[in-house]
């Protein structure tokens, strides 16, 4: 009885003690830690010692409360599956989320939407409605969702969305909360990763003073960037921008341009960093770092946080080698070729750049390849097809030498069917004969996670059903879930699974704000070449008179092959010139004239009346004003072919084109006649190499900029500030070096020289005490090596 007794106690004190230890257990696992606010809907949570959470009570998500820790609960199956679990890396969180999602969800996070406007209407790129109305017609605010963006995102699973134009900042904020509570709400509570092409170029005509704030802070092009060749301002570009995306709610930059602009005439060199390999590479090396990299309070883990921007580095392996300079966004442009057997070069700012990079993040963590059919450089499988569909390009040069693990997407439309040889946007180069299905899952097969500009997962659904016949579904349910991986780790390493929501208040204090429009106007000031200063008439002193004559834009087409009307304006603002100089429209009263021009556009190489009168359509592209005949042209094209064309040779030797801005030219000229000795001042909006030849000796100065504020140049002209810009590109002394230069190949054309003795060659600028000879020019000298 005793022992019985004894025995029975203990056990009651076991149990309490269990029941003890077992109530501490829980309370250390379940009691909060965390504290909530918010007002409406939107709720943030704030974990002490951890990530702080967003999320919106409408969407049906509820908190859980694990170790004293919230957690979302994305999937609302009542337990923290490891995806939901913000301690864990991006790498597993990916893993588990992607082995959970269905082929569908998968298939659609594979898309990348066609381009958005906020608010939406009818574009080149498509017509959007809203309750089924236009916009203008139905009522809805400028950020509510349209029935496009609703259907992508809900039925077809997308969560990738490239936004154009915004309304404001405001709007952009206001939509963003908007997509990503519809994300939360459904599925698996995948956040959108929302995207943007560049959006920081000047707007000319306005004014800058240092209480200014606008839109978001304006910086110079591309090119402006290279010829200040200074990486550690195009770093600060970068902080800056990915600041002002997160606040805009984007948080994948579709860019830099790092393709080597090593044909003149190509129309997207004013895209890029310009022609050196070296100089490119430490561009692109700045431009990602910056984006990506976040620092403080802000990192989340391996240099990534809530201030980092995805940054899609374009164009694998180089589009700048296109034959004749034109592009392939039409068919006419689809050949990359190399003359030269130089793809070398234009690796370089891909693998000793954008993918060496010195801050935490590593590499780019995503990779566009370019339309272009890169002739002639698959040695293995002899294919000559877009680079998306080239495995060796992808799976075993990208993917294999140079060990890219991140997401490659395709560029916009590459699997449409062409509908014309000067169709925009249709470009299944190497592919027409395939199907659309056939396409994607060719696309698929070569290494590539996503489609670009692709709202519609049906293509995506076959191709993987086609993929199972070849392989089985278990091979091809391992590959989707691979380029799931690639994609989840983008949306994880910058925290929108844990707060993908917006503050707009403070997004209208960060875009655009006065410290960021200031660091955008000083680098526009950086930018700025001098290439002429005659008898060092610059800088002028200020409310001296000038004479500024119109300028006529010719009617014409734009990039996308729209017409253009015929416009007559003065090309400055000249409620900003005022502020520096007095006005006349007497020549015979001004001090001196300024001529405002843009560099010459003859077109695209490409005119559908030539085939009407029984040519093959193929015309020069000119860098000079005047008629040019391309005397000295290839009698045979390097590459040619394509279903709707009969013939191979797209040869344009013996063809004649005149640019359609030479009243640009006359501009010049007859400013020389009527000033009667006074001094011309020109003044040169520059997208490419130019030939100088035509003008040049009738100038006194010449400055040069890429994408600027009217303001930044009269800060140059009245010695406000000093010309520091050095030239990204060689400029050519005529066509027949152009002509005769190789499409693959950097510093090989004589360049103009002017009359003062200097040569306009790389690296070439002046500041107020004549030729610049600093560090910048011997670090980068034109060897590019």
């Given at each position: 009885?005793?022992?019985?007794?004894y025995?029975?106690?203990?056990?009651?004190?076991?149990?309490?003690?269990?029941?003890?230890?077992?109530?501490?257990?829980?309370s250390?696992?379940?009691?909060?830690?965390?504290?909530?606010?918010?007002?409406?809907?939107?709720?943030?949570?704030?974990?002490?010692?951890?990530?702080?959470l967003?999320?919106?009570?409408?969407?049906?998500?509820?908190?859980?409360?694990?170790?004293?820790?919230?957690?979302?609960?994305?999937n609302?199956?009542?337990?923290?599956?490891?995806?939901?679990?913000?301690?864990?890396?991006?790498?597993?969180?990916?893993?588990?989320?992607?082995?959970?999602?269905?082929?569908?969800?998968?298939?659609?996070?594979?898309?990348?939407s066609?381009?958005?406007?906020?608010?939406?209407?009818?574009?080149?790129?498509?017509?959007?409605?809203?309750?089924?109305?236009?916009?203008?017609?139905?009522?809805?605010?400028?950020?509510?969702?349209?029935?496009?963006?609703?259907?992508?995102?809900?039925?077809d699973?997308?969560?990738?969305?490239l936004?154009?134009?915004?309304?404001?900042?405001?709007?952009?904020?206001i939509?963003?909360?908007?997509?990503?509570?519809?994300?939360?709400?459904?599925?698996?509570?995948?956040?959108?990763?929302?995207?943007?092409?560049?959006?920081?170029?000047?707007?000319?005509?306005?004014?800058?003073?240092?209480?200014?704030?606008?839109?978001?802070?304006?910086?110079?092009?591309?090119?402006?960037?290279?010829?200040?060749?200074?990486?550690?301002?195009?770093?600060?570009?970068?902080?800056?921008?990915?600041?002002?995306?997160?606040?805009?709610?984007?948080?994948?930059a579709?860019?830099?341009?790092?393709?080597l602009?090593?044909?003149?005439?190509?129309?997207?060199?004013?895209?890029?960093?310009?022609?050196n390999?070296?100089?490119?590479?430490?561009?692109?090396?700045?431009?990602?770092?910056?984006?990506?990299?976040?620092?403080?309070?802000?990192?989340?883990?391996?240099?990534?946080?809530?201030?980092?921007?995805?940054?899609?580095i374009?164009?694998?392996?180089?589009?700048?080698?296109?034959?004749?300079?034109?592009?392939?966004?039409?068919?006419?442009?689809?050949?990359?070729?190399?003359?030269?057997?130089?793809?070398?070069?234009?690796?370089?700012?891909?693998?000793?750049g954008?993918?060496?990079?010195?801050?935490?993040?590593?590499?780019?963590?995503?990779?566009?390849?370019?339309?272009?059919?890169?002739?002639?450089?698959?040695?293995?499988?002899?294919?000559?097809?877009?680079?998306?569909?080239?495995?060796?390009?992808?799976?075993?040069?990208?993917?294999?030498?140079y060990?890219?693990?991140?997401?490659v997407?395709?560029?916009?439309?590459?699997?449409s069917?062409?509908?014309?040889?000067?169709?925009?946007?249709?470009?299944?180069?190497?592919?027409?004969?395939?199907?659309?299905?056939e396409?994607?899952y060719?696309?698929?097969?070569?290494?590539?996670?996503?489609f670009?500009?692709?709202?519609?997962?049906?293509?995506?659904l076959?191709?993987?059903?086609?993929?199972?016949?070849?392989?089985?579904?278990?091979?091809?349910?391992?590959?989707?879930?691979?380029?799931?991986v690639?994609?989840?780790?983008?949306?994880?390493?910058?925290?929108?699974?844990?707060?993908?929501?917006?503050?707009v208040?403070?997004?209208?204090?960060?875009?655009?704000?006065?410290?960021?429009?200031?660091?955008?106007?000083?680098?526009?000031?950086k930018?700025?070449?001098?290439?002429?200063?005659?008898?060092?008439?610059?800088?002028?002193?200020?409310?001296?008179?000038?004479?500024?004559?119109?300028?006529?834009?010719?009617?014409?087409?734009?990039?996308?092959?729209?017409?253009?009307?015929?416009?007559?304006?003065?090309?400055?603002?000249?409620?900003?010139v005022k502020k520096?100089?007095?006005?006349?429209?007497?020549?015979?009263?001004?001090?001196?004239?300024?001529?405002?021009?843009?560099?010459?556009?003859?077109?695209?190489?490409?005119?559908?009346?030539?085939?009407?009168?029984?040519?093959?359509?193929?015309?020069?592209?000119?860098?000079?004003?005047?008629?040019?005949?391309?005397?000295?042209?290839?009698?045979?094209?390097?590459?040619?072919?394509?279903?709707?064309?009969?013939?191979?040779?797209?040869?344009?030797?013996?063809?004649?084109?005149?640019?359609?801005?030479?009243?640009?030219?006359?501009?010049?000229?007859?400013?020389?006649?009527?000033?009667?000795?006074?001094?011309?001042?020109?003044?040169?909006?520059?997208?490419?190499?130019?030939?100088?030849?035509?003008?040049?000796?009738?100038?006194?100065?010449i400055?040069?900029?890429?994408?600027?504020?009217?303001?930044?140049?009269?800060?140059?002209?009245?010695?406000?500030?000093?010309?520091?810009?050095?030239?990204?590109?060689?400029?050519?002394?005529?066509?027949?070096?152009?002509?005769?230069?190789?499409?693959?190949?950097?510093f090989?054309?004589?360049?103009?020289?002017?009359?003062?003795?200097?040569?306009?060659?790389?690296?070439?600028?002046?500041?107020?005490?004549?030729?610049?000879?600093?560090?910048?020019?011997?670090?980068?000298?034109?060897?590019?090596?």
């Open positions: 009885m005793i022992n019985s007794t025995t029975s106690m203990k056990k009651i004190r076991f149990s309490s003690f269990l029941l003890v230890v077992l109530t501490f257990a829980f250390l696992y379940s009691c909060k830690n965390w504290s909530e606010s918010g007002t409406g809907s939107r709720r943030i949570i704030t974990n002490k010692g951890g990530q702080t967003g999320y919106d009570t409408a969407s049906g998500i509820k908190v859980l409360t694990v170790k004293g820790f919230a957690f979302k609960d994305l609302k199956n009542g337990k923290l599956d490891k995806y939901e679990d913000w301690r864990l890396s991006a790498e597993e969180r990916a893993k588990d989320l992607a082995s959970a999602m269905t082929v569908e969800q998968i298939a659609g996070l594979m898309l990348y066609a381009h958005q406007a906020i608010p939406s209407g009818n574009t080149r790129f498509g017509a959007s409605t809203y309750n089924g109305k236009p916009y203008k017609e139905s009522g809805a605010k400028p950020y509510d969702l349209s029935d496009q963006q609703i259907k992508f995102l809900t039925k699973n997308l969560r990738h969305v936004v154009t134009t915004v309304e404001s900042p405001e709007v952009a904020a939509w963003n909360n908007k997509v990503q509570a519809l994300c939360e709400s459904i599925g698996l509570g995948i956040p959108a990763n929302n995207s943007s092409d560049p959006r920081h170029r000047s707007n000319s005509d306005v004014e800058y003073n240092v209480g200014s704030a606008g839109q978001i802070s304006m910086w110079p092009g591309s090119l402006g960037m290279a010829a200040t060749f200074e990486p550690s301002l195009v770093k600060e570009f970068g902080q800056i921008g990915a600041k002002e995306y997160r606040a805009l709610g984007i948080s994948t579709l860019s830099p341009q790092i393709d602009a090593t044909e003149p005439r190509w129309a997207r060199v004013n895209g890029t960093f310009g022609e390999p070296k100089l490119t590479a430490d561009m692109a090396r700045a431009y990602v770092d910056g984006y990506q990299t976040s620092s403080g309070d802000k990192v989340i883990a391996g240099g990534w946080g809530y201030t980092s921007v995805n940054t899609m374009k164009h694998w392996p180089g589009g700048g080698p296109e034959e004749g300079g034109r592009d392939a966004h039409f068919s006419f442009g689809k050949y990359a070729v190399y003359p030269g057997n130089n793809l070398a070069d234009h690796l370089i700012a891909f693998t000793e954008a993918m060496k990079l010195e801050g935490e993040t590593k590499m780019a963590s995503a990779v566009m390849p370019y339309y272009t059919i890169s002739y002639g450089i698959d040695q293995k499988n002899k294919e000559n097809v877009g680079n998306s569909y080239n495995q060796y390009l992808i799976n075993d040069l990208l993917r294999g030498k060990g890219f693990d991140g997401v997407c395709t560029d916009w439309g590459v699997t069917n062409e509908k014309a040889v000067d169709g925009f946007g249709t470009t299944c180069w190497g592919a027409e004969t395939l199907s659309i299905a396409r994607h060719k696309i698929m097969m070569a290494g590539v996670d996503q670009g500009g692709n709202n519609d997962a049906g293509p995506v076959e191709a993987y059903q086609m993929g199972i016949k070849e392989h089985g579904e278990q091979f091809m349910r391992s590959r989707l879930e691979q380029s799931a690639r994609l989840l780790k983008n949306i994880f390493r910058v925290g929108l699974f844990e707060n993908p929501y917006l503050n208040e403070e997004t209208k204090a960060i875009v655009g704000n006065g410290e960021f429009m200031k660091a955008g106007y000083n680098a526009q000031l930018s700025i070449i001098m290439l002429k200063n005659k008898n060092n008439i610059l800088p002028l002193a200020k409310q001296k008179i000038v004479y500024i004559p119109k300028r006529i834009n010719a009617a014409g087409r734009d990039f996308f092959g729209g017409p253009t009307p015929e416009t007559t304006n003065y090309p400055i603002n000249l409620e900003v520096y100089f007095k006005v006349t429209d007497n020549p015979g009263e001004a001090d001196f004239a300024l001529i405002v021009i843009r560099s010459p556009n003859s077109g695209s190489g490409y005119d559908a009346e030539d085939v009407k009168k029984g040519g093959n359509g193929y015309v020069p592209i000119s860098l000079q004003y005047g008629p040019y005949k391309a005397v000295d042209a290839r009698d045979i094209s390097l590459a040619g072919g394509d279903p709707l064309e009969k013939f191979t040779n797209r040869t344009y030797k013996n063809k004649t084109i005149t640019a359609n801005n030479l009243s640009d030219l006359k501009m010049v000229l007859d400013a020389k006649k009527v000033m009667k000795g006074k001094p011309v001042i020109v003044s040169i909006a520059m997208s490419k190499p130019m030939v100088f030849s035509e003008f040049e000796k009738e100038a006194d100065a400055v040069v900029n890429f994408e600027v504020q009217d303001q930044a140049i009269l800060d140059i002209i009245s010695g406000a500030a000093e010309p520091s810009g050095l030239l990204p590109m060689q400029m050519p002394a005529d066509m027949k070096t152009v002509e005769t230069q190789k499409e693959d190949v950097p090989d054309m004589v360049c103009h020289k002017d009359s003062e003795g200097n040569t306009y060659d790389f690296g070439f600028g002046l500041n107020w005490n004549g030729v610049i000879k600093d560090a910048r020019v011997e670090k980068y000298r034109k060897t590019g090596k």
